[in-house]
Nanobody
Framework: QLQLVESGGGLVQPGGSLRLSCKPS????????IAWFRQAPGKEREGVSC????????NYADSLKGRFTISRDNAKNTVYLQMNSLKPEDTAVYYC????????????????????WGQGTQVTVSS
């Protein structure tokens, strides 16, 4: 079964850091752009970040620039989201998604274009 698996979520205090991982099962990420989204209770899913298949193009939600960093290691078939200076409002379920045609500058416009989604990993920022 082809799917994405997220890991690395958990409970962290405000100001802390977490690194999320997104790894595919059954396929390789080489030709896929990968995006991270998050969804807080009662809110719509929102775009967090995107990285192109080669890693040369990245994009972030304006409110997250400077705190979150997306990267990929195609040799390990894994995409990462480093989250620093976490705030309570970052609390959400974080999902990764993959698509061969998504364009990172507009990665959050149409969520239906993604071929694969993970099940999500919970991030809770609380003291």
């Amino acid at each position: 079964q082809l799917q994405l698996v997220e890991s690395g979520g958990g409970l962290v205090q405000p100001g802390g850091s977490l690194r999320l991982s997104c790894k595919p099962s059954g396929f390789t990420l080489d030709y896929y752009a990968i995006a991270w989204f998050r969804q807080a209770p009662g809110k719509e899913r929102e775009g967090v970040s995107c990285i192109s298949s080669g890693g040369g193009d990245t994009n972030y939600a304006d409110s997250l620039k400077g705190r979150f960093t997306i990267s990929r290691d195609n040799a390990k078939n894994t995409v990462y989201l480093q989250m620093n200076s976490l705030k309570p409002e970052d609390t959400a379920v974080y999902y990764c998604a993959a698509d061969t045609h998504v364009y990172c500058p507009t990665f959050a416009v149409d969520l239906t274009e993604y071929d694969y989604w993970g099940q999500g990993t919970q991030v809770t920022v609380s003291s």
